[in-house]
């Protein structure tokens, strides 16, 4: 069994690795740190929890070493302790934005400080496994993924393997979201009157996630758009790009193909009859799949590719896990079996 | 024109007072006050009246005199003022729950507190025109009502009219509420993600508007259970009760339809086919109606009572202007034209 | 007093027509038919319509002479018998698709099948009082918009007026609808389970409202992309374009604000803070109003102009009766008052 | 391994049985019937399933020998077609409501017609483990249990097996369901305009599953309250009693203590502080928990005592599988260790 411990475990994030750790095979919770929760039981802040630990919250200061650490703060926090952390545990997968980025000045440019750990940003790879499996083997330091980015980049991930975009044409990522991806802290536009039935394109363009599609995918000339609609879990990129010249139907089938034989996360959504055609997020709550689906229209080289996930599991936790998985030489699915629910 | 000012203004029930005021053929709106939105125009803080009006939120210290004032303050401050707007206003609506019980040991036992006005108390008719409709014509002084002892009183109305109430069994009345209930100000259980789709009975019995039931309804064996469930505005009121021995469905539908007839927000609904068959919040967003309905097992004088409101209209707003209507002799559905929406 | 009837009065665009039409200051409703309903009352298929009117649906057959004639049929039947209704009415507005297009073979292209009545195209103007207001002043004969175009061609309206889009670069539209869109009957994806918290793209281009924005904008090269989402009226459409080079923000300030002033039902919905920074369809409910916004990436002539409107309002019934006051030379707002609600 | 077949798979409850047996770890599914589906593969019907299996809707028809055979039909074709059923395998749980009840005059009065196959009723053993766990052991004939029955047995079942109630007392069962529990197939109430936002009590008493309630409790003076909310899995039964005088919350929370004691799936939620204070069936989406809490009204005697379930789960499929985890001597828990999902 291996040892894990996690600090800042009362966000959403935090409680949805808890759930996947407490039903992980190999591996044993052995702290969970929270400031404003300290000696609390888990279960009071994470309902879904009760009856399946008696596990406390802990004061982040007294973590002990252990094989792998979690951390699941808000952004900022981890660079400013990455040098204690460092000490606690030989591997660490820190679930924020702060170690995603390789470059510091893209960070500055994105975050609008500078980091305070720049020396620790290429120690680490991003988390994204369906993108660095086979650096993660050897690795002991791993990121999260924002969620909005890895929809995106997981959407585009067919297309840019197989080389089928037209490069100078710009994308255009239109990505709906759940209420969850604000974190388990309230504010104005998060009270259920106001956030009930909406859509609310909140972010134009400029969302920091763009940063982590552009480094990823090595396409420059991309924006997100962010609309909140209704619903609590749950993320669709519609990402609007061009294929090159030439590039049909077939050729698409072939790169999406390939996509979900090398990723056992990665499923076709693509039916042309009943109601579930097309990728739908809400029914991958809890679950780590990423469900992709795409059109083409073949007059004018327009491509549609969709993306949905979970943005607490595949676009947070569940890939956290995975990693984990394979850092520690597990079969990546350890603990991740879980396959949503129909109807929901 | 009547000149009226509202004092307090940001919440959601002064928002709809607005909303309604701005609407009335009748009436001019003089001054908008809020401490937290000073100098703010009210459609930044209500979306829906922008390019309605340009009046700007002022100062409560400065409010003029006027015909009507309108007071929708926080629970347990109109109290504190009181003898300072009764000196600007000739009549008075106050939205609040300080005077809406007419006994201050009554007041004490339910807020948990001594009431700072008790000579008042007495000076006010509880603002539900369909119980005390004679009175207001005469009268300066008008409360507010609860929405959910509003959904109670008006189910349980045909029934007390028309004696056909068991006095000896306990009335349980179970009530469903959307989120607007809770004001404009958020809190943890607010938080979108905990409250979609919830279904919540956050207080078996004890909860502040069964005072009114009491008072209004002469009905002391009573209780009130406070369900929370996943929309905005809206109430639904299912009591349970029972009737005395031999009244018929026959004697039921007399008592409803005079209901009805008396009362021009009052409506039946009771069909035996289709899907509008009982009543429901959701078709009165906005409007002043109350629906109807009943179902007695004549096996054993069971009878469930159901009523259905907007909690910010009929519950709370539309009732005071309703009110206000009376007082300045005017036709009651005056400003209150608007029948609700389907679908929705 | 304008003496109108309504053909097809049974679905959703025909109820919010008889909505607006009880509360029309102008008009009386002679007639108002239904095949699946006949003999029943209104308020019985228009739960929000009692105690309103006791108007009962009659056959289409007997429809008499009226002045304004509404038709709200199924898509592909007023063509069939639009030689009849001729005669029946010297003004007719008609809901459906069939009139929009001006060109027999583009409806052809969108809609498969060769249209009836082709020689009728011409002599409808396209019902969007914003594009088409000078005409409708001695217009007999108004076509219906599509809900979606509606929400394209007034979030291009500003940018086409001004002259200020880089024609070259394609344009996405995106657009988030409610349920509402579906129509009245339902089909085995909008059966709640599985339409509740969906997010589900599906039409990623080709939907036949492209057509109407085509015709409209005149801007051949643009693609209309559908995403379902959670709520029942209202419809987002967030427009991506490019604008020429060298236009600023001040620019589109001034276009927008034109659009604004020019129009009753259009407003700018762009603050720099608050939770009402954008414009949010659920606010619209009920209302004729169209909420505009837009946001320029300086870097790079990107911009992102918004649209919100009520689907069913500004999208289909609310502009039928502005199209009717202005074919019979009232006021284009009369009867079209409500603000929609906030909170909801 | 078990091998097990489903009659009737592609409905909802057969779909979470598929669900929950794909993952459990002692059990082979053969075959799976669906005549409307015939041929297609299971994901295509519940599309949570993609990836997890490549098995085909077979011919009822043609259904071999197995284990243990689950029936998933519509209410009242089990009972046509037990005899054959009886043959095909040693075990069956079946899960529509054609063998819950011990007396076919019982069964005649609830719904409405005779029982088939009268002579099988006691050959069945009512599928609450909480109830029957002991029987379990040596069945072969498991019935399945109404979703909403099993809500208010279980909120009754800590007071009746300690003696608490007061017989004399009626009592109301208000229960708050969501849109799954009317199955796959949609009806125009259903319709997401019509269903979204919904607060409709449908059925004041008279409910089919009263008779369930009636039968394990052997409480005649009950009725059951139903009311649609929106959601689309879970279940609150907030049931009003009175206990026996002098009984005190010491002797409840003994009783509450006991039933989680005594049964993995039972857990107590009553907290003082924080937003999880009491049982809410969203957190359960998936799980087989029922959670329980009480509130004493210590002036009067009036219990409420309330239960949230998974309506699918624990109010249907859950439940079946839990019964054949007990009938093949097998852990019940087995497959049954999703513990839900927060937030959600």
């Known amino acids: 069994m291996t040892d894990v411990s996690i600090v800042g475990g009362s966000g959403y ?13 190999n591996v044993t919770i052995k702290q969970v740190t929270s400031r404003s929760h300290l000696g609390e039981y888990i279960y009071q802040v994470h309902p879904n929890l009760r009856k399946r630990t008696q596990i406390k919250f802990t004061d982040p200061a007294q973590i002990d ?21 460092f000490k606690l545990a030989i591997k660490i997968v820190d679930l924020s934005a702060d170690f995603r980025l390789r470059d510091a000045a ?4 994105w975050y609008g400080k500078p980091h305070t750990a720049p020396e620790w940003l290429s120690k680490f790879i991003y988390g994204l496994p369906e993108l660095h499996r086979a650096e993660m083997g050897t690795a002991n330091y791993i990121s999260g993924v924002g969620c909005n980015a890895t929809a995106c980049n997981l959407a585009l991930l067919p297309l840019v393997k197989a080389g089928l975009l037209e490069m100078s044409a710009p994308i255009i990522c239109e990505i709906k979201v759940g209420s969850s991806e604000g974190g388990a802290e309230g504010n104005p536009g998060s009270h259920h009157p106001e956030r009930a ?44 790009a061009a294929v090159r010249k030439g590039v049909s139907n077939k050729d698409l089938w072939q790169a999406y193909r ?6 056992p996360f990665i499923r076709i959504v693509k039916e042309q009859r009943g109601i579930y055609r097309v990728p739908e997020p809400k029914i991958l709550a809890g ?12 007059t004018n080289g327009h491509i549609v590719s969709m993306c949905a996930i979970d943005n607490l599991m595949k676009g947070a936790s569940g890939s956290a896990v995975q990693c984990m998985n394979l850092m520690l030489g597990l079969d990546e699915t350890t603990g991740l079996g879980f396959s949503g629910l129909h109807p929901i």
Chains 1, 2, 3, 4 share one sequence.
Request: proline share 4%.
């Open 13 to 25: 994030t935090g409680g949805e690795l808890l759930r996947l750790l407490l039903g992980h095979p």
């Open 65 to 85: 070493n252990v094989d792998v650490l979690f951390l699941a703060l808000p952004h900022g926090q981890a660079q400013l302790d990455i040098s204690r952390y």
């Open 106 to 109: 893209l960070y500055q440019q």
């Open 197 to 240: 039935s909406v859509i609310r394109t909140f972010s134009p363009f400029g969302h920091r996630h763009t940063a982590e599609v552009i480094q990823e995918m090595g396409l420059p000339n991309i924006s997100l758009t962010m609309t909140s609609v209704d619903l609590v879990r749950g993320v669709l990129a519609t990402v609007h």
């Open 258 to 263: 390939a996509a979900a034989t090398a990723n």
């Open 287 to 298: 679950s780590n799949y990423a469900d992709l689906g795409f059109d083409l229209d073949e």
